[in-house]
T-cell receptor, first 117, second 114 residues
Framework: GAVVSQHPSRVICKSGTSVKIECRSL??????MFWYRQFPKQSLMLMAT?????????EQGVEKDKFLINHASLTLSTLTVTSAHPEDSSFYIC?????????????FGPGTRLTVL | AQSVTQLDSHVSVSEGTPVLLRCNYS??????LFWYVQHPNKGLQLLLK??????LVKGINGFEAEFKKSETSFHLTKPSAHMSDAAEYFC????????????FGIGTKLQVIP
């Protein structure tokens, strides 16, 4: 089956620093990748949708200058949390979709636990 | 507009007994529906999906779900629960038409009692 990886799986950083999270589709080309945030005991909140080679589409309330998304290739998308603060601590999950239709399956990465001190 | 409602935030069953996780949706267009499972501190794994083909969908690990348009439901079932089924389950609805959006339910935590 389709595999999506994320790196790192866990990261701890100091307040004010930036953190980059990578999302890779290992055995398929992902035309669309999604970034989600999950708070403890809550559902996933879609942050943004990115299509390869174009700017990401951010959901309402998500600061695009704080959460920088780059989808430079069909197998890699990155999320950079800039000037991180403790309230940015969360579980970040990416997903990748090979087709352009919402009926196509999203394959999820294992998630990245970000802790900002 | 579309939405998905998981009617139970927490379900507890004994090992070997049936599992029923309920999901209702609303959508202005013909929806696609998915069930995902998330084990603690892990990503999401697709269990099954409905995309306008057969209304009874069989997934992995013995799970299945039935799409009932008249009831706007897509409940997840399994005949016999296993300890390894203990996890969080998410019902997801998408639709292809207009502004494309993926909507997650709040999740149902399944507890399996030995």
């Amino acid at each position: 089956g389709a595999v999506v990886s994320q790196h790192p799986s866990r990261v701890i950083c100091k307040s004010g620093t930036s953190v980059k999270i990578e999302c890779r589709s290992l055995d398929f080309q992902a035309t669309t990748m999604f970034w989600y945030r999950q708070f403890p005991k809550q559902s996933l909140m879609l942050m943004a949708t990115s299509n390869e080679g174009s700017k990401a589409t951010y959901e309402q309330g998500v600061e695009k200058d704080k959460f920088l998304i780059n989808h430079a290739s069909l197998t890699l998308s990155t999320l950079t949390v800039t000037s991180a603060h403790p309230e940015d601590s969360s579980f970040y999950i990416c997903s990748a979709r090979s087709g352009g239709s919402l009926t196509d399956t999203q394959y999820f990465g294992p998630g990245t636990r970000l802790t900002v001190l | 507009a579309q939405s998905v409602t998981q009617l139970d935030s927490h379900v507890s069953v004994s090992e070997g007994t049936p599992v029923l996780l309920r999901c209702n949706y609303s959508s202005s267009y013909s929806p696609s529906l998915f069930w995902y499972v998330q084990h603690p501190n892990k990503g999401l794994q697709l269990l099954l999906k409905y995309t306008s083909a057969a209304t009874l969908v069989k997934g992995i690990n013995g799970f299945e779900a039935e799409f009932k348009k008249s009831e706007t439901s897509f409940h997840l079932t399994k005949p016999s629960a296993h300890m390894s089924d203990a996890a969080e389950y998410f019902c997801v609805v998408t639709y292809s038409g207009g502004y494309q959006k993926v909507t997650f339910g709040i999740g149902t935590k399944l507890q399996v009692i030995p």
